[in-house]
């Protein structure tokens, strides 16, 4: 039948398309990765943005629907109607809200009264940060004993250039006196990612965050299984 041999060529053309694709990315990573084209932060960048690229992705139509005239559509909200809507996807930078702590991720610190003194911004995350900054709406946060301690995390932050022009918003840096603060900092932000040095933190949010990173040297152990594991951010991206 003519329509249904039309509709078998249709199909396979998508499929080739596809497979054409897919050669493309494949050899995009591994040119990425043999001539060391990028750093590491420009690597991260890449791969957050694939993953939130793929996340919207999956949200559209996946296949090609042929127009069915005699038939209305039924009445919906307001949307975009347009026949070039496919194409307009969000752009991933908007779409992504990652949320980090400081201590033991950002700064060599590890505890709130090592911050009261100073902070130290390891320097293997700072190029890290900035291209997270591109791709995602970034916000840090961390759980602090006094006003000395923010005053210190905020000056770390400046003096690493991490408040450059297009990188993080000072605005974006939060401060709470509890981890369950923390807790609901992520929650009211709706985070997509979360980076925690606290397992506690991490176990309460393994319902609500879609995705987590848990940095600690513990091997294996009960985590969820939304939450990965690393010993440090750079060695997570590598």
Request: proline fraction near 6%; hydrophobic fraction near 45%; charge should be negative.
């Amino acid at each position: 039948m003519p329509g249904l041999a039309a509709e078998q060529d249709a199909v396979s053309l998508v499929r080739r398309v596809a497979r054409a694709l897919n050669r493309r990315v494949t050899d995009l990573v591994a040119l990425l990765f043999q001539h060391n084209a990028g750093s590491l932060g420009a690597v991260a960048g890449f791969a957050i943005a694939v993953v939130f690229a793929w996340r919207f992705l999956r949200s559209s139509p996946g296949r090609p629907r042929r127009p069915a005239p005699k038939r209305p559509p039924p009445p919906v909200a307001p949307v975009v109607t347009d026949s070039t809507a496919p194409e307009a996807v969000e752009p991933v930078g908007d779409a992504g809200k990652v949320t980090c702590q400081l201590l033991g991720v950002v700064f060599e610190e590890k505890t709130p009264e090592e911050l009261q003194k100073h902070a130290t911004v390891r320097p293997a995350v700072i190029e890290l940060l900035l291209e997270i900054c591109k791709c995602c709406d970034l916000y840090l946060m961390e759980t602090v004993l006094d006003d000395k301690s923010e005053e210190n995390a905020l000056m770390a932050l400046e003096s690493a250039g991490l408040f450059r022009a297009g990188g993080l918003m000072k605005e974006k840096v939060l401060f709470c006196s509890t981890e369950v603060g923390r807790t609901s900092f992520v929650r009211q932000l709706e985070a997509d990612f979360h980076i925690d040095t606290s397992l506690d933190v991490v176990s309460q949010l393994s319902r609500f965050v879609r995705c987590q990173l848990f940095i600690s040297s513990m091997e294996g152990g009960q985590l969820a299984a939304n939450v990965y594991n690393s010993p440090n951010l750079e060695q997570f991206f590598s």
